[in-house]
């Protein structure tokens, strides 16, 4: 199973950016162009929601109503790599994000459901300040 590692996440003031990085290992069966990847957010007391999504060639996207025009994911399949740079950021934002990879058959296809990825990372923290 892939293994995942978040990082990028702290401390800024609304309206400031960060970027977040994600890097995949242990793909011993499957490459990393095999997955398709996504971002969660999870708040206090707030359940588990997807924020963006990339398919296998990344040519196709997804996001949340709440992160449209703010928010952009990339993938870099030479690297195992993918980022999420959030721009405009809101005390709303705050939230652990989670990178998260699930197999897919298709290279232009998308998951933007939790039940979809099978793989998980860790998570980090962001947090906005108002």
Same mark, same amino acid.
């Not at 309206?15 to 960060?18: N, R």
């Not at 999420?84 to 721009?87: D, F, H, T």
């Given at each position: 199973q892939v293994q995942l590692v978040e990082s990028g996440g702290g401390l800024v003031q609304a309206?400031? @950016? *960060?970027r977040l990085s994600?890097? =995949?290992s242990a793909l011993t069966l499957r490459s990393y162009g095999s997955y398709a990847m996504g971002w969660f957010r999870q =708040?206090?007391?707030k359940q588990r929601d997807v924020v963006a999504s990339i398919s296998r060639s990344g040519s196709r996207t997804y996001y949340a109503? @709440?992160?449209k025009g703010r928010f952009t994911i990339s993938r870099d399949n030479a690297k195992n790599s993918l980022s *999420?740079?959030?721009?405009s950021l809101k005390p709303e934002d705050t939230a652990v994000y989670y990178c998260a990879a699930g197999l897919n058959s298709y290279l232009t296809? *998308?998951?933007t459901t939790g039940a979809?990825?099978?793989s998980w990372g860790q998570g980090t923290q962001v947090?906005? @300040?108002s």
């Open positions: 309206g400031g @950016s *960060l994600c890097t =995949a =708040a206090p007391g109503d @709440s992160v *999420l740079q959030m721009n296809g *998308l998951i979809g990825f099978t947090t906005v @300040s």
